[in-house]
T-cell receptor
């Protein structure tokens, strides 16, 4: 059974710092990995999707990497801003075509202090 | 934005009453999902649908049923609500960009069972 772990559970940093959020998964036979952002009381917003054949994806100040063989992904946030404060979730997808089983981590709650 | 809406957004109900939550999408996606999110747990899949009248169980399906009579609507019914079903419920769709399956989420329904 796939298990997804996110460390740390919570993180508080001063504005402007670069930071790394970690996601690990137990079964490396994944199809892709997706990073989400969730603001309090809101739904999930997709940030980045990395296919199993890719090593990284970038969007603005965000960079996500994937090391499938070791079961790890990182989300790098450059020059953090108070607006980045949210919970960040990673999810791994298994299977191909049709229905794909998705397993979520519990998330890392990020606070960026002005 | 994958055009996903959920209704109601908040609901308080009493133990033993039936409850139906609605998910509506406007972009003709084939795959739709219902998840619940609880503190200390990642999102957990309740049921999913892969087409009109085609549904299947997820990992926490006991006490829930679903129906999909139209592509755009996916209904989740709690047949007899219990306090353990107090949760935030999210609907999601899978969008495919080529072979890149990516999930998008609705805003959520906060359900309280008293």
């Amino acid at each position: 059974k796939q298990e997804v772990t996110q460390i740390p559970a919570a993180l508080s940093v001063p504005e402007g710092e670069n930071l790394v959020l970690n996601c690990s998964f137990t079964d490396s036979a994944i199809y892709n990995l997706q990073w989400f952002r969730q603001d309090p009381g809101k739904g999930l917003t997709s940030l980045l999707l990395i296919q199993s054949s890719q090593r990284e994806q970038t969007s603005g100040r965000l960079n996500a990497s994937l090391d499938k063989s070791s079961g790890r992904s990182t989300l790098y946030i450059a020059a953090s801003q108070p607006g980045d404060s949210a919970t960040y979730l990673c999810a791994v997808r298994e299977g191909s075509g049709g229905y794909q089983k998705v397993t979520f981590g519990i998330g890392t709650k990020l606070q960026v202090i002005p | 934005d994958a055009g996903i809406t959920q209704s109601p957004r908040h609901k308080v109900t009493e133990t033993g009453t039936p409850v139906t939550l609605r998910c509506h999408q406007t972009e003709n996606h084939r795959y739709m999902y219902w998840y619940r999110q609880d503190p200390g747990h990642g999102l957990r899949l309740i049921h999913y649908s892969y087409g009109v009248k085609d549904t299947d169980k997820g990992e926490v399906s006991d006490g829930y049923s679903v129906s999909r009579s139209k592509t755009e609507d996916f209904l989740l019914t709690l047949e007899s609500a219990t306090s353990s079903q107090t949760s935030v419920y999210f609907c999601a769709i899978s969008e495919t960009s080529g072979l890149h399956y990516e999930q998008y989420f609705g805003p959520g329904t906060r359900l309280t069972v008293t």
